[in-house]
């Protein structure tokens, strides 16, 4: 069955650090998409992409970089680490579709200390 | 800019309660509507959506919504809850593939 993964599933890292979470989609879905979690504020988008080599940001850009190499894998990287990042991130993916029904991973807690 | 509001932030049922959730947005263009639920310890899925036509849509496991325009909203309904509905709901609109979720309602139903 089509899936996504993300990995790894929790982190703990320390303020500075860079750290990569990753996201991988067997839907051989066009868009991917990166929300980060958090109470108060439900889901925010961080990034996305709608295909290979395109890259978007979202409502909470700042402190995040993405890049997309291949269809199935859409990585987040956090140059330098604060403990504001402490969240719950997650991938999501969808069709090449006006609609955008999205397909999510279980998601990354980063705690960052 | 856009937004949506979910303005039940927790709400407590009895089983065999009816439900409803509201979900309001700020936007008078094309809509696209989504409720999307997250199970304790799992992912988000999709609970129902609505695209265009029939303004009543129902969802898996007995939930619907109502679309009405007039008031930019698409509350969520239930007649009967179960316990195993525990659970947040995320209300979200898509405009022009911009997807905006709200803050979210977290369900308990006591047994």
């Known amino acids: 069955d089509a899936e996504i993964t993300q990995s790894p599933r929790h982190k703990i890292t320390e303020t500075g650090r860079q750290v990569t979470l990753a996201c991988h989609q067997t839907?051989?879905?066009?868009?991917m998409f990166w929300y980060r979690q958090d109470l108060g504020h439900g889901l925010r988008l961080i990034h996305y992409s709608y295909g290979v080599q395109d890259t978007n940001k979202g409502e909470v850009s700042d402190g995040y970089s993405v890049s997309r190499s291949n269809t199935e894998d859409l990585p987040l990287t956090l140059e330098s680490a604060a403990s504001s990042q402490t969240s719950v991130y997650f991938c999501?993916?969808?069709?090449?579709?006006?609609?955008?029904?999205?397909?999510f991973g279980a998601g990354s807690r980063l705690t960052v200390l | 800019a856009q937004s949506v509001s979910q303005h039940n932030h927790h709400v407590i049922l009895s089983e065999a309660a009816s439900l409803e959730l509201g979900c309001n947005y700020s936007y008078g263009g094309t809509v696209n509507l989504f409720w999307y639920v997250q199970y304790p310890g799992q992912h988000l899925q999709l609970l129902l959506k609505?695209?265009?036509?029939?303004?009543l849509v129902k969802g898996i496991k007995g939930f619907e919504a109502e679309f009405i325009k007039s008031k930019f909203s698409f509350n969520l309904r239930k007649p009967s809850v179960q316990w195993s509905d525990t659970a947040e709901y995320f209300c979200a609109v898509n405009i022009n593939n911009d997807m905006r979720f709200g803050a979210g309602t977290r369900l308990t139903v006591k047994p």
């Open positions: 999501a993916s969808s069709e090449n579709s006006g609609a955008n029904v999205l397909t």
């Open positions: 609505y695209f265009s036509g029939d303004p």
């Open positions: 839907w051989n879905h066009n868009n």
